[in-house]
């Protein structure tokens, strides 16, 4: 089943999320179909991608597929989790990727869409960094992507409260790049992408692998990265990490204990 649609227009890739009876989740089978699209508009000489929903969506993506976590006892965001492939396939292509939001953007895909290059919204969208919710430790480098993208005390407030922030807002504070209105978000995000399609593409290559690896210069030390792990784990092996995730599937408020 294909869970995206992938198109090309001369030098200009266009991906659309097209799994609406699961709100376009961040399953297995869609970040596998996606990076697949990826390496092949790499492939096919594209030079910019315009990454998108389905027109006039509510929820652009509700993140991680939440049935795919483990229920506890293992790290539920760990190097091989499909959104962490995903993260690294957009950091390191060569094309800039335009994330053009619609709708909701929840948990996962908040930091899918913040790795993008640049991020145009419609006034309607919102962003919500949703782990909290579902008692779910997130990890070191989707951290990163979220301090990289806003001050530590917008990511303080994302994570902790858990609460929708608007386009606006996003904008404001520099998470994303421009509100369009309904009516011309797809033409403005394609003259965008044309406009960088007609620049020099390997200077665009190269400077977004500049900008990747200046971005990523912040050390931690061993002992640090062991520290964070430590607490990580301790989160996924609790109480409130089970409880969690079972609330969802059971579709209930979960019970939280701080254990």
Known sequence: MNYIEMTQDGHIGTITLDNPKKLNALSHDLVNQLIAALQALEQAAARVVILRARPGVKVWSAGHDVGELPEGGRDPLGWDDPLRHLVRTIETCRMPVIAMIEGGVWGGAVEAVLACDIV???????????????????NVSGMMTFMSAASLRVVKELAFTATPISAARAERIGMINHVVADAELEAFSREMATTIANNAPLSIAVMKEQLRVLAGAK???PRGFEKV??????????????????????KRKPVYLGR
């Open 219 to 221: 050390p931690v030390s």
């Open 120 to 138: 145009i919204a419609a006034p309607g969208a919102t962003f919500a960094v949703t782990p909290a919710r579902l008692g779910v430790p997130y």
């Open 229 to 250: 792990q430590g607490l990580r784990r301790i989160v996924y092996d609790s109480h409130d990490y089970h409880e969690g995730i079972r609330a969802f599937k059971e």
